[in-house]
Nanobody, 121 residues
Framework: QVQLVESGGGLVQAGGSLRLSCAASGRTFNKYAMGWFRQAPGKDRDFVAAINWSGSMEYYADSVKGRFTISRDNAKNTVYLQMNSLKPEDTAVYYC??????????????WGQGTQVTVSS
């Protein structure tokens, strides 16, 4: 069992930066790939970024490539999402998830409760 808690969301102006953190409980954190997804009101939950168990492989949605960076610290049981050059269209609730690496929600077994990111224009 893995429990995930996101933090670091907030209100930022367009062009600004935020760093999201996702702290995991349990000793099996480093066995799972980690993903970040986001969901805007009235829309589906979309893939943002993913990283494999060792941190050697990263995947990004085209919409965030070059602006967002995913990383993990297995010693701290934490995964991060550094978000730069934020745009109003990045506004959403951001969720972290643990499971099998993919761009699909249904390969992830565990989910956090989400953290709100709002980008003002």
């Amino acid at each position: 069992q893995v429990q995930l808690v996101e933090s670091g969301g907030g209100l930022v102006q367009a062009g600004g930066s935020l760093r999201l953190s996702c702290a995991a409980s349990g000793r099996t954190f480093n066995k799972y790939a980690m993903g970040w997804f986001r969901q805007a009101p009235g829309k589906d939950r979309d893939f943002v970024a993913a990283i494999n168990w060792s941190g050697s492989m990263e995947y990004y949605a085209d919409s965030v490539k070059g602006r967002f960076t995913i990383s993990r610290d297995n010693a701290k049981n934490t995964v991060y999402l550094q978000m730069n050059s934020l745009k109003p269209e990045d506004t959403a609730v951001y969720y972290c998830a643990a499971g099998v690496i993919s761009r699909a929600t249904n390969t992830y077994y565990y989910w956090g409760q989400g953290t709100q990111v709002t980008v003002s224009s």
